[in-house]
């Protein structure tokens, strides 16, 4: 009878749970290259952070240890992965033994013989991990004992070199990895792979201490050197208090009762640390800690029953702290805050610094960034694409409001200073580059007048600079409910009278900064008026253009001018060029035109019997003499006449 292949029939499938312990060393070799970078990064950084005095100005020893040390936390993880995989294996293999009938014929006397991948992973259990943890305590403790007496030293002046760029690669190693170690973290949670946690809030850790170190160069940047103080500190005194709880973790670990079957918790998991990786689960963390350490549920016993009815004073507490905090303000230096006690606006708002006030919600504030410039646009367009050019033929923006302004060229505009006679004509009806010009018909004959103004469409974009003014916040906070608002009805109101002032050609062309002047003058005036405690900064005039539709028509208006001018003088070039050719000069040919003139005014006096042969005679010589003087064409055509004239009478 052949041989049958053992199978493994039931109802787990050993590949998942190998392909979960490879998951498992799989990560752990992605936490442990983690752990190994953050290391060789603070010693590159704390290399290039060396003053010219020698020695590190940031405790970038202590990172640079501390980083160090997980190294050795991490390949503890590894090896348990690493045996608690071949274990899983060695199980489903005795299983299909088992089952198959197989186990009969081994030659292991017994069931403990026959597991030897088990063996060495309760030696790993019982002296690697706490052979880890406490080699791990006692160089985090005398790190952080020695940091500490570095720390109590007097600091010297220094300079910290690229302060700047150390801050953002501090920043940016941190993140990366926080966000792997919170992904380990979140593995941890599987019982499968809870050997990861005791790395995962490790490696936590370390990149809270690389945080540190970015406040602490970002601090330096700016010149502030007492937090690096501070920093001096932290480091070592978390090095310090974190190898003292492994420390204890072991000697806690020896007196615990152990549960057969149970997988023991490694002495380097943190608790401290959990509690910085997860603040969220304090309390789930606290009672987990309390019953690993007693071996039972002992948050479920009546003692603990009886300290949890404190949870109304902690409360209370807490509510404390918050008033507390709410009576205090932080106003910044570009800040003033005005502030609302018992429903009562104070008059004199509070300075930059800290400030106090009663608790809300009997007091509360408002703060106004006084120094910030703001903008806004008015006009055809509410906001400008500004990251295109501003064309005549493009759009701006999703919509276009087209203004009113006056036509033509032949006339300077409205007069709109009466409110009473908005429209009133103040000219003739002119005719510019925007066509024809249709004056409004009078409501009782329908007849047009012709002195009425004309009228023309245009888009003009008109940018405003403005900020809260300080010595009238009040004014600001109480004047209108949305004084912003308020700003940009009296911004539109004073760009559409003002352009009506003005003809379209002129707002397009040269009367644009005064324009701009006089909406400043006006808005300011408006402003000031309401009391809106706004200061207006500047006006200018964007862009003014015909709409969109009507672009090629003005185009065409202007390249025709232009045609025009060019033809005129390209006429004046060629009148240049002929005379000259003929005369020599263009003011020699002139003056042979007049004396021309004059010898054919005195022909017609001839005929009329007014004039005599002699002074005909004479205005012919005079010219002729004129001529050859000039030189030219004329002259030399006068002088082949002659010898033309001389050969045929000789």
Known sequence: MAKQTPTYAGPARPENDLRMHQRATTAAWWGLAMQVLLALVALILGTVATGERGGWPLPLLSVFTIALYGVILWLAVL??????????????????????????RTIFATEADAR????????????????????????LAWRGFFGLQSAMQPMSAYELPHARYLAGLFAGFAFVGFVLGRYLLGMSSNPAWAVLRGGAV?????????????????????????????VRYIVPLFALLVGLEFLLNIILDLYRPKVPGEEPRPAFDSRLLSLLASPSDVVQSLNEAVNYQFGFEITRSWFWRLLSRSFGWLVLFGVSVLVLMSSLVIVEPHERALVTSFGELRQKPLDPGVQFKWPWPLAMVDKYEVTRVNEMVVGSHDELHVETALLWSNQHADYENLLLVAGGTSRGGMDLTDPQDPVGPTGDVGRG??????????PQTGARATGAPPIALAAADVLIQWKIDEQTLLDYATSAQEPEQRLRQLASSAVTREMLKHDIDAAIGISRPQIASAIFGRLKAAVESERLG????????????????????????????QLRQQLIEEGMQEETRVLTAAAGSVQAARQIIDEFNKLQALLKQQELGNATDEEIANQQAALERLIQSAGGSSARQLVAARQARWAAEN
């Open 433 to 442: 580059l925007s066509g024809a010009i249709v004056a409004p018909q009078n």
């Open 534 to 561: 706004i200061q207006v900064l500047w006006v200018g005039l964007v862009s003014v253009h015909p709409p969109q539709a009507a672009a090629e028509a003005f185009n065409a208006g202007a390249a025709g001018t």
């Open 79 to 104: 090896v348990v992965t690493a045996f608690r995989r071949y274990k899983t294996i060695e199980d489903y293999e005795l299983e299909s033994a088992r089952r198959t009938g197989e186990s009969e």
């Open 116 to 139: 030897p991948a088990a063996r060495r992973l309760n030696r790993v259990y019982k002296w690697v991990l706490p052979a880890a943890a406490i080699l791990l305590g006692i160089l």
């Open 202 to 230: 490790y490696l936590i850790g370390t990149v809270y201490i690389f945080g540190l170190m970015a406040v602490a160069a970002g601090a330096a940047a700016l010149g502030v050197d007492t937090v690096n103080g501070i």
